[in-house]
């Protein structure tokens, strides 16, 4: 069974920065895409940002110029870099890898911004 597990989640203050990790029990490689989402309390999980194989990306309006997806092949890891965080950026955080017809999630790392 292929298993995500994230890491790099934490207690930042605003205007902080935080670097998110997934390594998948498999290599990176086989995933056609990755991605991060975010659900906050009382909120819908909303689309964070993705990464293709070939290496697009893209992101939520509402991270765009702060966070950047990127991923390691020879680490076969997967990062979110999450810089000038807000307390609206308070969320558990999950990475998710697209394998064949199927998404594969993480357990989720919770992210908590202060005021």
């Known amino acids: 069974q292929v298993q995500l597990a994230e890491s790099g989640g934490g207690l930042v203050q605003t205007g902080g920065s935080l670097r998110l990790s997934c390594k998948p029990s498999?290599?990176?490689?086989?995933?056609?895409?990755m991605a991060w989402y975010r659900q906050a309390p009382g909120k819908q999980r909303e689309l964070v940002s993705t990464?293709?194989?070939?290496?697009?990306?893209d992101y939520a309006d509402s991270v765009r110029g702060r966070f950047t997806i990127s991923k390691d092949i020879a680490k076969s890891t997967l990062y979110l870099q999450m810089n000038s965080l807000t307390v609206e950026d308070t969320a558990v955080y999950y990475c998710?890898?697209?394998?064949?017809?199927?998404?594969?999630w993480g357990q989720g790392t919770q992210v908590t911004v202060s005021s």
């Open positions: 998710v890898g697209g394998l064949g017809s199927a998404n594969i």
């Open positions: 498999m290599s990176i490689v086989s995933f056609k895409v």
């Open positions: 990464i293709t194989a070939g290496g697009m990306t």
